[in-house]
């Protein structure tokens, strides 16, 4: 009888030194509830191992190995989407190509601690609760970067010259009260991955984050939408089709789809949670494609970007993150003992 190809892919496996070292996966129930995923039942790696092990489990199949790519590959794509446009900008003495480099940067931060938060989570239950809030830190920064791109790229001339600069102090505060709430709601609700109330201030602090940020955008897309130039057209589908992969990717992280409907089949590949990462990366692209073609249009001529601002900001907000989650990290215990 011809061997499957999961049979020869195996085998072929096994002459792959790193392949032996590693030990196989574990079920749900043999792991922290903490570490479960929501209708993942398989997959999980052996908890309490040395670094290197989680490190060499980069090259292992199990449940977090595509969480982990996903978001490396988006960050070398960024980071070449760059490269290119740099043919097209002078980054050192182009005020509107700082936006688009200052994004490009929150995005890569982003992508980056996602990936190193899936790669080393498992760990232990403490490692995971530390771990994901250092991912809301990337997740918030990516955040205030969509903001300050739309804002100094997409905004209408008219509340642009209202806000100001003002209007990136607003994000920044936005943005480190959406940290905050991220961080207390898997602080407090965290014990229980299942639990509702945890994903409703998930999507509540982010969807709060995204309108703020969408203000200034709004009295453009109604003119784009009134006015009949072809520009005015490729516009409105820019500004729709970003939005429209924001809404999927809030949908992806929350329906747990399809391994709510068919627990067990989608534990290694096709969980929502990758779904999820891919659309993001898809965003940030499709966000520095739209960006890129507002600039080219002149349609961001009435914003003047201060790239020391942008990156003052960006820093500040590290650093009141970082100082948030060294002081919630003393109720990490406290979480943990409701647990047990």
């Not at 109330?197 to 940020?213: D, H, N, P, S, V």
């Not at 500004?239 to 949908?251: A, E, H, K, P, Y």
Request: a negative charge; hydrophobic letters at 45%; aromatic letters at 16%.
């Amino acid at each position: 009888m011809t061997d499957s190809f999961y049979d020869i892919l195996k085998r072929c496996l096994q002459f792959i030194p790193w392949e032996r070292e590693l030990q196989p996966t574990l079920s749900a129930s043999n792991v922290s509830m903490v570490l479960h995923e929501p209708s993942i039942l398989a997959g999980y790696r052996l908890p309490n191992q040395r670094w290197l092990y989680y490190v060499k489990s980069l090259f292992q199949l199990h449940n977090e190995t595509l969480n982990v790519w996903t978001h490396l590959i988006g960050a070398l794509l960024i980071v070449h989407r760059l490269h290119i446009y740099s043919g097209e900008y002078d980054y050192l003495t182009d005020p509107h190509s700082w936006p688009v480099l200052a994004f490009g940067i929150c995005s890569i931060m982003c992508d980056f601690t996602s990936s190193c938060v899936h790669l080393f989570h498992s760990k232990s239950p403490y490692i995971h609760y530390i771990a994901f809030m250092v991912d809301y830190i990337g997740a918030t920064i990516y955040s205030f970067g969509s903001g300050m791109l739309l804002y100094y790229v997409q905004s209408d001339p008219h509340l642009y010259n209202i806000f100001g600069h003002w209007f990136l102090a607003i994000i920044a505060i936005v943005t480190v009260l959406n940290f905050l709430v991220l961080c207390g709601a898997k602080v407090y609700y965290g014990e229980d991955p299942s639990n509702l109330k945890r994903k409703y201030f998930f999507l509540g602090a982010m969807a709060f984050e995204f309108f703020t940020c969408s203000i200034p955008v709004v009295p453009r897309f109604i003119y784009c939408v009134q006015n009949d130039e072809d520009w005015a057209s490729t516009a409105v589908e820019c500004i729709v089709m970003t939005m429209f992969l924001f809404f999927l990717q809030s949908l992806a992280f929350s329906a747990h789809q399809p391994e709510k409907t068919w627990p067990g089949k989608f534990d290694i590949i096709g969980h929502g949670h990758q779904i999820f990462h891919i659309l993001t990366v898809l965003t940030q692209m499709y966000q520095l494609g739209t960006a890129h073609y507002f600039n080219m249009q002149g349609l961001s001529s009435h914003t003047q970007p201060d790239l020391i601002m942008i990156l003052i900001t960006i820093h500040l907000i590290i650093a009141t993150d970082v100082m948030i989650l060294w002081i919630l990290r003393t109720y990490v215990s406290k979480c943990l003992s409701k647990l047990q």
